[in-house]
C-alpha cells in the first residue's frame, strides 16, 4: 500500500483545509440560535469527538515507541561517550537558554502594554488549585525504578533516560553492539513508515478536533480577554520568527526562510493536536528528511524537547503572570520578575508535552511570587486556543536547536536542508 509522507504539500494543503473548515464548522454550531441536542450529542459529541479521540490515541501510540527506539539507536550511533555528554550539554544549554529569553520577552511586551491593569477582579471562589510537584521530586521521578512501567504509563522522561543508558551501553560493548544497533535501526524505520500511514487520516482527525473544540469554546470567550489573547499570540509570534532566526543565523549559518518553509508542515500538525508529545513523530521525520538533521542527533534532541523544552508555554506563563498581578493589583517588582523568569525556565524540564500542561506549572509560578492560583480562572476559557500556537512555537524551537547542535557535530546535511519541496 502507497502511504502519503508526512512531509508532502498535499497533506500540509488538507490538513489546513480541514482545520479551518472544522474551525468554522464548530463555531457555527456553538453560535447556532437552534442547540439541537441530537446535534451536540450525535455530531459534536459523537462523531466529532469518537473519530478526533481516536486519532489522538493512534498518534500517542506511537510516541513511546518511536521515542524509545529512536533515541536508543542514535545513542549507539553516537558511540563515543564524550560526543554523547557533548551533544547533551550544548541541547540542555540551548534549551534553558531559549526558554529563559522567552519567558523574558514575554513578561517585557506584557508590562509595556499593561494588560490587565485596573481590572480590580475578584478571585473566583469555585477554583481549585492544583497540586504541583517540587522541583527535587521532578528530578527524582527522572530516573526509572522501572522502565517498562514508564513506557506504560508514558512518562517521557523517564523512558529518555533509560533509552539513553541502554544507548550508551550498546555503544560501550564495541562489535558486539553493532548487530544489536541495527536492529534498532530496522524498528526505527519500520515506525517511520507506520507514522507515514497513520498521517493518511490525519485531515479527517484533525478536521473533528477543531470542530468539536470551536463548538465547545465559541467566540464569546476570545471576546472577553482579547487584550491578553491578542499580546500572547504576538509574543509567541515574535519569539517564533526573531528568537529562531537570530538562533539559525548566528549559531548555524542557516537559512531561516527555508527553515520555516520545511517546518511549515509539522507546526501545522503541531497547532491542530496541541501536543508536543503527540507531534513527535512527526517533527522527528521532519528534522531528519526535510531539514538533514542526522538522526543520531534528532532522535536525542527531540525527544528530549518536546520534554523539557517549552518556549511557548514559558511566554503564557510570563505573559499571565502580568495579567494576573496587574488584575489583583499587586506589584510583584523586579525580584518577583526575575524569579518568575528562574521558576518557568526550571518548571519547564518537569513540564510534560501534552495539551493545556502550562497552566499546572503556571501554579507553581505564581504561588512563588505571591500571587493567587485562582487567577488562573480568568484565562483558563481562552488557554485551549493558546496551547494550539504554543505547541507550534515549542516544536519549531526543538527543531531549530537539533538543527544548531547537528550542524556543530558536522552531522548535517546541507543538500536536504537546500533542497527544493515538491
Known sequence: MKVKSPESFK?????????FSGALIGLAINMSPIQSNVINQYLVNGVFQTIGTIFITLMKMLVVPIVLVSLISGVGALG????????????????LFTTGVAITIGLIIATLFNIGGGSNLAAPENFQSIDVPSLKQTIIDMFPANPFKAMVNGDMLKIIIFAILFGVAISSIGEKGKAISKFFEDINEVILALVSMIMVVAPYGVFCLIANQFAHIGIDLIVNLLEYFFVVIFVLLFHLLFTNTILLMVFAKLNPITFFKKMFSAMVFAFSTSSSSVSIPVTLTTVEKKLGVKNSIASFVIPLGATINMDGTAIMQGVATVFIANSYGIDIGMIGYLTVILTATLASIGTAGVPGVGLITLVLVLEQVGLPAEGIAMIIGVDRLLDMLRTSVNITGDSAVACIVAKSENRFNKTIFNKKMN
Open 11 to 19: 497533506l500540509t494543503r488538507d490538513i489546513l483545509i480541514a482545520m
Open 80 to 95: 563515543d561517550l564524550k560526543q554523547l555528554q557533548r551533544v547533551g550539554a550544548k541541547t540542555l544549554g540551548l534549551y
